[in-house]
């Protein structure tokens, strides 16, 4: 039996060293457009590969139904997934944060193992080449590249991916070989990705970083709340909170709803302490400016749109804040709030949400509902993870339940 997959990811991977290792007959070639394999693994966790989780739920996932993850993530838990990593030399690294890396520290180690493990399975690398189209014809698959065909394949899997990451080669070809077939796809977008907004005021917060609470407003109701690191840029709002909160809030702008955030700079304090805090600063230090008197408890930079924000003076003294001034200090830094209008694009985000629709495809083989023998894995499916080596790990178990299925006769 001969398979074709298109992708060498994560997910393709894993798919074309589980079938073979159930079906030492199978002829197995796989493409992709890069010269090597897993060029998107080598690239996560910022070279360093966050390539697991050990606690995931159907609540890491977004998409039109997160629940068609059960499956993948009932038959290729982390417990599984780490007799996997035993079984080609890979020794993970279990952090206290639940996240899972090499425990070499680098994502290339872990392209090697895999790379070896492929060649050792004599399973066919065929790099370089991008697939544009899939026919089927009676009971076989042509694959079709530019100057090329390739024929007589029984099954197709396709799992290359979406457009995160465009610099690594990244496309949308998986969803418009899937839509030959009568697939149909929910739009996609960038997600864990940098927000842009409508901050008057952010350019003059540029590389200001703090620990803060962001909270999601879709529609004007409150969505989801997320404390971490915020870094203020010049086209909107970054850092780990926002990365997270992205998800969530690009998955609405995909909606055409309307976003916005709040961010609470102090959230271990409440308003009362702050205003404690800050008043008591002011009247410390009663002849000094305000701008300088804030940046006891601010970056000058921020002491600085503060007064901007809420119509103060520049070059008032601390003395001269009245209390309606001092309150309105305190609501902004516990109250930010903008409208998010935009995204720093597929280009910046690590991961791509919305794809090919889960209805169509069988939860438990991840075989396409409308061709046989044709398969999906991966990020080219309707569904996204948070932040934190849950993306990475549906990859694997995605190529896992495809790898077991494509090994069947």
Not at 31 to 59: E, M, P, V, Y
Not at 165 to 173: C, G, I, K, R
Not at 175 to 204: C, M, R
Request: proline share 2%.
């Amino acid at each position: 039996m001969k398979i074709a997959i298109i992708g060498a990811g994560a997910a393709g991977v894993m798919a074309a060293i589980t079938a073979k290792r159930l079906n030492k007959d199978l002829y197995i070639d796989i493409f992709d457009i890069n010269n090597s394999i897993g060029k998107k693994i080598l690239a996560s966790g910022n070279g360093r590969c966050n390539i697991s989780n050990t606690t995931i739920t159907q609540d890491n996932y977004i998409g039109e139904n997160p629940s068609f993850v059960n499956q993948a993530l009932k038959e290729f838990d982390f417990k599984a997934f780490e007799n996997f990593c035993k079984s080609i030399g890979l020794i993970l690294d279990i952090k206290d944060s639940s996240k899972v890396y090499p425990l070499s520290n680098e994502a290339k180690s872990v392209v090697l193992l895999l790379e070896k493990e492929l060649e050792n399975l004599q399973i066919n690398q065929i790099l370089e080449t991008k697939i544009e189209k899939v026919i089927k014809k009676e009971d076989s698959f042509i694959l079709k590249s530019e100057d090329k065909e390739f024929k007589d394949y029984d099954k197709v899997l396709i799992s290359s991916g979406l457009q995160a990451a465009p610099q690594l080669n990244s496309t949308e070809d998986g969803i418009d070989i899937a839509t030959s077939f009568n697939h149909s796809f929910n739009p996609t977008y960038p997600s864990l990705v940098g927000l842009q907004t409508d901050f008057e005021f952010k350019s003059k917060l540029q590389g200001v970083k703090k620990e803060a609470t962001v909270t999601l407003y879709i529609d004007k109701q409150k969505e989801k709340e997320i404390t971490g690191d915020i870094l203020f840029t010049k086209y909107g709002v970054s850092g780990f909170a926002i990365l997270d909160i992205s998800q969530y809030a690009v998955y609405a702008l995909s909606l055409y709803q309307d976003v916005a955030i709040s961010i609470n700079l102090f959230p271990t304090l409440t308003k009362n302490e702050l205003l404690g805090i800050i008043e008591t600063l002011f009247k410390t230090i009663p002849k000094s400016d305000a701008i300088d008197a804030l940046t006891g408890v601010v970056s000058k930079k921020l002491a600085m749109v503060l007064l901007d924000i809420n119509n103060i003076n520049k070059d008032i003294k601390s003395a001269d804040i009245n209390a309606k001034q001092l309150r309105a200090i305190i609501n902004t830094l516990t109250n930010m709030r903008f409208k998010i209008d935009g995204t720093q694009g597929f280009k910046h985000a690590e991961a791509s949400g919305g794809g090919i629709r889960t209805d169509e495809v069988d939860n438990k083989t991840y075989e396409s509902k409308l061709c046989k023998n044709l398969y999906f894995a991966g990020e080219v499916l309707d569904i996204v993870g948070n932040r934190g080596g849950f993306n990475l790990h549906f990859a694997w178990a995605s190529g896992f339940l495809v790898g077991k299925s494509i090994s069947k006769l």
